[in-house]
C-alpha cells in the first residue's frame, strides 16, 4: 500500500500555510523566523514527494533537498545572528517595532 | 659697290644701336625687379626696432641709418642706370621699366596687382628722399640725443621712410595709396611724438583730419579710375590706367571736365591735403610742434612733396585731352599753387616762430610746384620739388641746431646774434636762404625760374603774382636771418630772471656741451655734417637743369617728350632777380640796418601795416574762419543729430521698446503665468503627492511587506486557476 501523491501535497500546503500564519501575524522574531523554517520544510517536502512519484530514477530532486536544507540551517543561523544582533541593539525582538527600512 | 658698303655701315651702326638699346632695356629691367629693396630695407628696420628696448639707443639710430643707407645705395643705383638715355634725339621716349605681380586673387577672374617701376621721375625723387632722408636720419641722432624716447623715434622715421620710398616706387595705384595713408599715419605719429603737450596732440590730430579731408577726394579718384579702367596699374604695356588716358579724355565727365579731368582733380585733393594747399593747408604750419627733423624729412623735404610728386606721377591724366596745353584740371590746379604761393607768403612775413615761417615758407613754394605743374610744366615742378627738398632740409636742420644751440627758444624775437656763436650753422643757413631767395647761382633760383618761366606762358597774372611771391620770400627770409643771426644775443633777458633757478638746477647735472652757461652755443659734428652735405647740393644741384652744361639735363632726362615754350626767357630771369634782390634789400633796410634791442620790441613792421600785420601775424584768421564756419557748423550738425537722435530715433526705438514689454507682459501673464507655470506646478503637486502617498505604502515594516507579497501571491494563484478551469 503506498499513499498517493495528494496526501503529500495537502500536508506540504497546510505546513506552508501554517507558516505563512506564523511569519505574518507573530511578533517576536525568533518565532518569525521558526515560521519561516516551516515553510521551507514544506517545500522540500514538496519537491521530495514530486521527485517520488515522477522521477525517482535521478537523484536530482534529492540533492536539491540536501542542499536546500542545509541552506536553510545557514540561512537560520545567519537569521538568528541577526535577530541577536537587532536584540542588543533595540533591547527587543518585536518586528513592529524594527521601521528603520521606511521609506 | 661704295654706295652698298655704306649703306651696310650704316645698317651695321643701327644694328648695333639697336642691341645697345636691348642691352640697355634688359639692364633697366633688372633694376625694376630691384625696386623694391628700396623701401624694404628701412620698412624691416622699424619692424626689428619696435621690438627693441627703450634702453637699446645706438642699435635703433644704427639699425635706421644703415637700413636707410641700403635704401639709397639701391636708389643711387636705380639712379645711375636711367641716366644716360636720350639715344633716340631730342624727342625720344622717356624710359621705363616695370614690373608687376598679382598680389590678391579674387572671384574667377578678378585680382589685385602690385608693381614696382623704374623711370626718371621715380629714380630721381627716391634717390633725393633716401639721401636727403638719410641726412636728416645723421642729424636726427644729434637732436634727439636726450629724448628718452630715442628708440621709438627712430622706429617711426624708419617706418616713414619705408612708406615713402614705396610710395616713389609703387606703379599701381593701390600700392600708392597704402603708402600715401601710411606717410600720413607716420607724419600723425610724429607731429604728436611728444604727445604729452596739449599743443602737440591737437596738431597730431589736425594734421591727420585735415589731410584725411583730402584723401577722400583721391581714394573717390581711385575708384572712379579703376571703373573706368579696370586696373590700378599705372603702366602696363599698353594696358595700365595712365596709358589709357587718352580715351578717357574722350569720355564726358562731370561740367567743364572730361573723365579723365574730373579723375585728375579728384587725386589732386589728395595733394592738396598732402601737400598743404589752400584751403587745406592749415595743418602744416601746426604741424612743427613735432621734433626738427621730424618737420625737416616729413613736412618740407618728403611727405608733403608726395602730393606734387602724385601729380607729376598721374601727369598724363591731367593733360589728357588737352587743348592750346591747358585742360580745366590744369587751370584748377594751376590758380590754386599760385594762389597758396602767394597767400602763405603773405603770412611768413608776419611770424615770430623761427620753424613757423619756413612752414608757411614750405607751404609756399609747394604752391610754387603746384603752380608749374598746373601750367603744364612738369620738368620744373618737379625739378623745384628736388632743390626744395634739399635746400627746405637744409633750412630746417639748421632751424633745429638753432632750436638746440639756443636750449629750445623759438622765438626769433629771443635770439639774435647767433653768427658769432654758431659759425658753421650760420653759413650752412645762409646758403639756405640765398637757395630759397632765388639768388643765382644757388639750386632755387634755376629751379624758382624754370617755375616762373612756364607760368609765363601759361597765364600773365599768374606770372606776377608768382614773382611777388618770390619778393616776399626773399623778404621774410632776410628778415628772418637778421632776426636770428645779426644784432645781438636777446635771448638773455629771459634767462636773467630764472638764472638762479637755473644754476640750481644745473648744478647736479652732468652737462655735455655747456647748458650751465646761458649763451648759445656751436652744435656737435654729428648735427652740423648732415647741414653741410645738404647745402653743398642747395648750391650746385640748379647746374643740372641750366643750359651751361649739355642744355638742361634734367629736362631731357625727366620728360624730353615736354615741349619747352620759347621767349621769354630774359624778362623772366631779369624780373626774378631783381625781385629777389629788392625782397633781401627791403629786408635789410627794415631789420638788418637797426636791429631789434630787446626781445619785447614791436615788430619794425607792426607800425606801418597796423592791422595787416596783426593780420598776417594771426594767418590772415584761417584758423578762426575755420573755427566759426567749419567746426562750428559741424557742432551745430552734432548738437541737431543728437536732438534728432533722442527725438526721433529715440521716440521710435521707446515706442518699440514700449509695445514689445506690453505684449511680453502679456505673454507673462496669460502664457508663463497661467500656462506654462499653472501647468507645471500642477503636474509637480500631482507627482509629490503620489509619491507621498506611494511612499506610506513603505513603512519599514518587514512583516508588512511579506503580508502584501503573500495576498499578491494568492491572487496570483487564484489567477493561474481561474485560467487553468475556465
Known sequence: ?103 | MKRLNAQRSTLNVRRSTFNELKERMEHLQQLARQQWLIPFFPLLAAAIQSLLKREQRKVSAGLAIGALSLSCFVALRAFWGTMGGGHGGEHHEVERAIWNFTWLKYGDNGSLDMGFILDPLTAGMAAMVAFVGLMIFINATGYMAEDENFTRFFCFMSLFAAAMLGLVVANNLLLFFICWELVGLCSYLLIGFWHFKPSASAAMKKAFITTRIGDIGFFLGVLTLYWQTGTLNLYDHGRGALEQADKLAQIGGWWIFSMAGLIAVLLFFGAMGKSAQFPLHVWLPDAMEGPTPVSALIHAATMVAAGVFMVGRMFPLFTAGAVGGSTPALDFMMWIGCFTAVFSATIAVGQFDIKRVLAYSTCSQLGYMVMALGAGGLVAGQFHLLTHAFFKALLFLGAGSVIIGTHHEQDMRKMGGLRKYMPITFACYMVGMLALSGVPPFAGFFSKDEVLLVTYHRSKLAWGLATFAAFLTAFYMTRQICMVFFGKWRGGEREQEHEKEHEEKHEHEEDGHGHGDHEPHEIPWNMWMPIAVLSVFAVVLGFFATPFIGGNLFHRYVAPEEHMPEGGTGTVMVLSIAVGALGILFGYLIYGRKPMEHADEPDPLAKPLGGLFTCLNRKWYIDELYEATIIRLTMACGVLFRLIDELVIDGILHTIVWLTKVISQFFHWVGDEFFINGGFDTACESVRDSGGLLSRLQNGRVQNYFRVLSIGAAVLLVLYFLKLNP
Open chain 1, 1 to 103: 500500500m503506498s499513499i498517493p501523491l495528494g496526501h503529500y501535497l495537502i500536508l506540504s500546503g497546510i505546513l506552508f500555510a501554517i507558516g505563512l500564519c506564523g511569519a505574518l501575524t507573530r511578533k517576536n522574531a525568533i518565532i518569525v523566523l521558526i515560521a519561516i523554517e516551516v515553510m521551507f520544510n514544506a517545500g522540500i517536502l514538496n519537491l521530495i514527494a514530486f521527485w517520488h512519484y515522477k522521477q525517482f530514477a535521478v537523484l536530482t530532486a534529492q540533492m536539491f533537498a540536501i542542499f536546500a536544507i542545509s541552506i536553510a540551517a545557514a540561512e537560520s543561523a545567519v537569521g538568528l545572528a541577526l535577530v541577536i544582533a537587532i536584540y542588543r541593539h533595540y533591547r527587543s525582538v518585536d518586528v513592529e517595532e524594527m521601521k528603520s527600512l521606511k521609506g
